[in-house]
């Protein structure tokens, strides 16, 4: 695993119709790549050939050499977090044996003979030397002079600071049928660090319209200290179709003879290279061709690549907070872009892009330049009222109501004309040391009481009288008997004997 970092800028204008920004209009600049650059890479391909001569001339001798056979180099693009990467198949592949070139080294150095060191058959004047190098050839026949193994090698250079010179390996997971098509390649392993890596986004279409500007980032070399990104604006021409071996280049001000411009960076390194239109900062196509003839192909063909290969373009994690910071940034509301620089340096501390912004963010916030610090100032000076006189007037008016409330109140229970009565005495109620204790005249519980208690109330509370229906008492202990009881309910005597 390698240490990449991501470097992905937004577009203020889209974040301005999700309603994240203030409204204040950005129009992008003739050029502007920061959505693209961070995640364009160096692409380096080639061949590990491993070969052993069989030297039988005079004695039977094995030979044993390696050589790194170059296929070739150019630009590619991330498209997926997990680090997917597409660039042109004649970037990675080639047409050359690079068992030819390994037979015509080895043979040279072991035996001495001038052999060209090159991917073509040679032969040499020596009749028995001549016929062991045609062997060496051929290594999948069994009489061959020589045993070959190629191993292919691509590696991946990301846009980190400071720079890998190392880089990460990658496999070829899909070629195009033709050298001018997309190719796919998948990273050895996860070279991410564990939140993704910075993507490009890819638009919907190629723009139709002949003059449309755009611009073209990759790189010359690998990335060093001294070899940057490098950038160039150009325009679309007419015509382009499927077929037609893709889109042409062409200034509207004929001032510049854009296919011969960058057909020369495209044979240096930029081969592969995104187009990136202008209109919204995604990627529109990818640079081929080269010499005096550099031409696009368009992005539909690298979306019908990424289907055919089961790799379906998505945005990551350092994406979002990057367009997060960059929106504020384009804006040139510098204060609130810096702690979203200051987030993605922490997802990914090599972010190029994200570091020059945070810079020119720190030296701007707060100063004239910042819209911030603009909006602030225009704002009118509002003087605050205190709360308290509010709080006083709440709390009076308050207090008054329960006063009115219990005013109310206290009339509603008053008779009309009714003076106001004294307040009432409160005595103490009677011992009740001998308190009489009452009749069961109802459906109440039985209570049974002694007969000297029945006597001594009876004695102390005078009788009332009662006719003969009324009154009905017990024969046995004189209690009086309620209405319907056929027993005494202090003795127990049955009520009709």
Known sequence: MVRVTASATALAVVLLAMGALPATAHEHPSGITDLVTPSVVRVEAGQRVDITLLDHVSEVVKVKRSYDV??????????????????????????????????????????????????????????????????????????????????????????????????????LTLAGDKPDAPAVLTPVGRADGGVGLPTAPLADKVPDQEGAPTSIAGFLGKPAADVKITTEIAHLGKGGAAGEGGRPFSDPQKKVDE???????????????????????????????????????????????????????????????????????????????????????????????????????????????????????????????????????????????????????????????????????????????????????GAHETVVVRRSQLQEALQQQPQPVLTAQEATFCTACGAKLGRGHRFCGFCGHPSET
């Open 259 to 441: 296919p011969v411009k960058l057909g020369a960076l495209a044979d240096k390194g930029l081969l592969g290279a995104p187009v990136i239109g202008d209109k919204d900062g995604h990627v529109v196509g990818m640079l081929i061709g080269g010499g005096k003839d550099a031409r696009m192909i368009g992005v539909r063909e690298i979306s019908t690549t990424l289907t055919k290969a089961n790799v379906p373009p998505r945005r990551g994690v350092v994406d979002a907070a990057f367009e997060h910071a960059l929106a504020r940034f384009h804006t040139k509301y510098y204060a609130e872009a810096t702690p979203g620089f200051q987030h993605v340096l922490e997802l990914y501390p090599g972010h190029t892009v994200a570091a020059e912004h945070l810079k020119t963010s720190l030296a701007k916030r707060g100063t004239a330049e910042d819209a911030g610090t603009k909006r602030v100032a225009a704002q009118p000076v509002k003087t605050t009222t205190p709360l308290w006189p509010y709080i006083a007037a709440a709390a009076a008016v308050l207090l008054l109501a329960a006063l009115a409330g219990a005013f109310l109140l206290w009339r509603r229970r008053r008779t009309p004309g009714e003076p106001v009565p004294p307040p009432a005495v409160t005595t103490p109620p009677p011992p009740l040391a001998h308190t009489p204790v009452p009749y069961d005249e």
């Open 70 to 171: 170059p296929v070739g180099s150019g630009t590619g693009i991330i498209v997926n977090p997990e680090g997917a990467v597409v660039t042109l198949t004649r970037v990675v592949k080639s047409d050359q044996n690079a068992a030819i070139y390994a037979a015509n080294r080895i043979f040279a150095d072991h035996h001495k003979v001038k052999v060209p060191a090159d991917f073509a058959k040679h032969t040499v004047k020596d009749d028995i030397l001549n016929h062991h190098l045609q062997s060496c050839y051929t290594p999948e026949k069994d009489t061959s002079a020589c045993i070959v193994e190629v191993t292919p090698t691509i590696t991946i250079f990301p846009n980190i600071n400071p720079p890998d010179p190392k880089g990460y390996g990658a496999v």
